[in-house]
C-alpha cells in the first residue's frame, strides 16, 4: 500500500490521472471500468463500443 502511495503521488506531480481498479472490479465488470476510464479523458459513453457476445 506505501509502495503506491508513493507511486499515485510521483504520478500526479508529474500531471498523471491515476485510477486504480482491483482485479476483482475488472473480473466483474470490464466494460465499467473502461467506461470510468474513458470519461475520465472526456469520451462520452455514447461513443463507447460495448462488445456482443454470442
Not at 476483482?24 to 470519461?39: D, E, F, H, K
Amino acid at each position: 500500500m506505501a509502495r503506491d502511495r508513493r507511486r499515485t503521488q510521483y504520478l500526479r506531480a508529474c500531471g498523471w490521472t491515476v485510477m486504480r481498479f482491483s482485479g476483482s472490479q475488472i473480473n466483474r465488470n470490464a466494460t465499467q471500468c473502461a467506461v470510468q476510464v474513458l470519461r475520465s479523458m472526456g469520451i462520452r459513453q455514447s461513443r463507447v463500443i460495448t462488445p456482443q457476445y454470442e
